[in-house]
């Protein structure tokens, strides 16, 4: 059995459109201080541009989980 981890941080863009970021195989346990101050960083400092428009509030912080059997 394989095991994928993704963390996902959805923001509004200045559009009001949603937008995702996905960051696989985050460092484990996920701390939620760290998340939001990244999530922080990322909305006050503009670093990321979608065709939606630019970041413009953090909508909130998922982590996904994926186990994957192989049968043949």
Do not use: C, E, H, Y
């Given at each position: 059995m394989?095991?994928?981890v993704v963390?996902?941080?959805?923001?509004?863009?200045?559009?009001?459109?949603?937008?995702?970021?996905n960051?696989?195989?985050?460092?484990?346990?996920?701390d939620?201080?760290a998340?939001t101050a990244?999530?922080d960083?990322?909305?006050s400092?503009?670093?990321?541009a979608?065709?939606?428009?630019?970041?413009?509030?953090?909508?909130g912080a998922?982590?996904?989980q994926?186990?994957?059997n192989t049968?043949?």
């Amino acid at each position: 059995m394989t095991t994928k981890v993704v963390l996902q941080l959805d923001f509004l863009t200045n559009q009001n459109k949603r937008v995702r970021i996905n960051v696989p195989n985050p460092k484990l346990p996920i701390d939620n201080t760290a998340v939001t101050a990244a999530m922080d960083a990322i909305v006050s400092k503009g670093i990321f541009a979608f065709p939606q428009g630019k970041i413009a509030s953090k909508v909130g912080a998922n982590q996904v989980q994926t186990d994957t059997n192989t049968i043949v």
